[in-house]
């Protein structure tokens, strides 16, 4: 239960009937629905906080980590992935840590030993939380984020973002 200061938010998994309502609040043209597509398919867990019937927060849990690169090091370790809190004005309110603490929560249940998650390296409020959460230093070096987003236009554009990467023993 989340102290006093905290919003009340309630997390549950995205259905299909949620995406009108998310991509309304939270609108990011197709994000949410690749989200969904990877629940359905079994490969993540995608999670959303509510809060007086809006979704504020996303939280993606990639079951099958972040790919080879991690996954040699981290073998078996789910990544929590696409964490966000929307309008800018519910950031540190205690929303984040509380979608992160119900991933934890579903990764234990499945008999995980522990998650892992990148944070860019100029978002020092993010690492600062998840520090305090009780994540470290994955101990292996620098970790590339690489990926394609597809723009309204169809075109593609090719990321690749500098992280940390921390992972979180649950025992």
Not at 34 to 46: E, H, N
Not at 84 to 113: C, D, H, T, Y
Not at 131 to 143: A, N, P, R, S
Request: one cysteine or more; hydrophobic letters at 30%.
């Amino acid at each position: 239960m989340p102290p006093e200061d905290e919003p009340k938010v309630e997390i549950k998994l995205c259905s299909e009937n949620d995406l009108v309502l998310l991509n309304k609040a939270i609108p990011e043209p197709g994000y949410h629905e690749r989200r969904f597509a990877s629940q359905q398919d079994g490969k993540a867990s995608y999670l959303l906080a509510w809060q007086n019937g809006v979704p504020v927060g996303h939280l993606l849990i990639k079951w099958e980590g972040s790919g080879p690169q991690v996954n040699k090091y981290l073998p078996d370790t789910p990544e929590l992935n696409a964490i966000g809190v929307w309008p800018p004005k519910n950031r540190s309110k205690g929303i984040g840590g509380q979608l992160i603490e119900k991933a934890e929560g579903m990764a234990k249940e499945k008999g995980f030993k522990q998650v892992a998650l990148a944070v860019e390296i100029d978002n020092s409020r993010a690492k600062e939380l998840y520090e305090k959460l009780g994540y470290m230093d994955w101990g292996h070096g620098e970790y590339i984020d690489e990926w394609v987003e597809k723009g309204d236009d169809g075109e593609e554009t090719q990321h690749k973002d500098p992280c940390y990467y921390l992972v979180k023993n649950l025992e």
